[in-house]
């Protein structure tokens, strides 16, 4: 998230001082004006979808593989067992891995991030149909 420096929401004046620039922020006062609405913007409405756990059939894309990242992973881990987890353990792998057959995945694979050895996310694929295959021949 964007601290209030780096947005219009808190304009900054600019002062060159021998060859220093001296940056002051200016936070705008509206009298009367309310700071925070009760309805819910879309960053709000895009915070509570993420921390649904997602089912297959149900999601806006028709793919049959599914990436959640690492932070939706800790999110929904957090939201279900009420904890502030702030790493993925094998506890948490664990329980997404259940929780995501539970609801009708075919299979959830974490995957490493290949620069920092850590884990990535969870890639969630649909169950196979009778007959397919997902091998391809060239």
């Known amino acids: ?3 209030a420096y ?3 929401a808190a304009p900054q004046g600019i002062r060159v001082v021998k060859r220093i620039h001296l940056i002051q922020a200016i936070k705008p ?3 009367g004006v309310p700071q925070h609405s009760n309805t ?3 960053e709000q409405c895009a915070k509570r979808e993420r921390s649904v756990f997602p089912v ?3 999601m806006k894309t028709s793919d049959d593989v599914f990436f ?3 932070e939706r992973v800790l999110t929904l881990f957090n939201k279900y067992h009420r904890k502030n987890q702030k790493k993925v353990t094998n506890t ?3 329980w997404f891995e259940q929780e995501a057959l539970r609801v009708g995945w075919g299979e959830a694979i974490f995957l490493p ?4 050895g850590r884990s990535a996310g969870c890639m969630l694929r649909v169950p196979m149909k009778k007959g397919s295959s997902h091998v391809t021949n060239h």
Do not use: E, H, R, Y
Not at 113 to 116: A, G, I, L
């Open 1 to 3: 998230m964007k601290q």
């Open 6 to 8: 780096q947005t219009n």
């Open 29 to 31: 006062t509206d009298a």
């Open 40 to 42: 819910a913007g879309p």
């Open 56 to 58: 297959p059939g149900k």
């Open 68 to 70: 959640c990242a690492v």
């Open 92 to 94: 948490v792998k664990s």
């Open 113 to 116: 991030d290949t620069q920092t």
